[in-house]
């Protein structure tokens, strides 16, 4: 009996160390999520601050405004997400939808055309019309982190991004970001 205690407490100690490593993974993850969003707010509103708001163009005011709007809606949904995980539900977002790529790519990308900018940083975009069923949410957090990671590390000015089916395959297709 006193070896099957003992065995039974072992695991539990390997089920709770299991645990804090999932807590503490996600925890990361969430850092990191809301952390994106409110670098990019935080990048237009120190431009917008430091310029005299007269000699900015007309164009970029309002990529500005609108590039704002879009990171707290983010970040709204990212709080959310976090306040249904809190409370054990599942998030209804979680249902496969078709995405096209070539789009999402393409909206990434120019969200983060300003910061690439600041950055003298340049994207040279080859993007087949590839459309995939996935969770939407996910696969865009995916691709902005990549980008986002691409733009901060890289050493080189420009940043491939590349989308294609390989030749006679229909059912696979390559994704690269390289710098």
């Known amino acids: 009996e006193i070896g099957q205690v003992t065995k039974s407490f072992n695991e539990m100690i390997e089920e709770k160390k299991k645990l804090e490593n999932i807590s503490k993974d996600f925890f990361n993850n969430a850092t990191h999520e809301l952390k994106t969003p409110v670098t990019s707010i935080y990048g237009y509103v120190q431009i917008l601050e430091e310029e005299d708001l007269d000699t900015l163009d007309e164009e970029f005011k309002k990529r500005a405004i609108n590039r704002i709007m879009m990171e707290c809606g983010k970040l709204k949904e990212l709080i959310q997400n976090l306040l249904e995980i809190s409370r054990c539900g599942v998030r209804k977002k979680d249902i496969k939808q078709e995405v096209n790529l070539e789009a999402l790519i393409s909206e990434l990308c120019d969200r983060l055309i300003d910061r690439s900018r600041r950055l ?3 994207f040279i975009v080859n993007i087949e019309e590839i459309t995939i069923l996935v ?4 696969i865009e957090h ?5 980008i986002d990671n691409a733009l901060k590390y890289s050493k080189g000015k420009e940043i491939y991004i590349s989308l294609n089916k390989p030749d006679n395959n229909k059912d696979n297709f390559v994704f690269e970001i390289k710098n």
């Open 142 to 146: 995916i691709i902005l982190n990549l």
């Open 120 to 122: 003298n940083k340049e």
């Open 135 to 138: 969770i939407k949410e996910d």
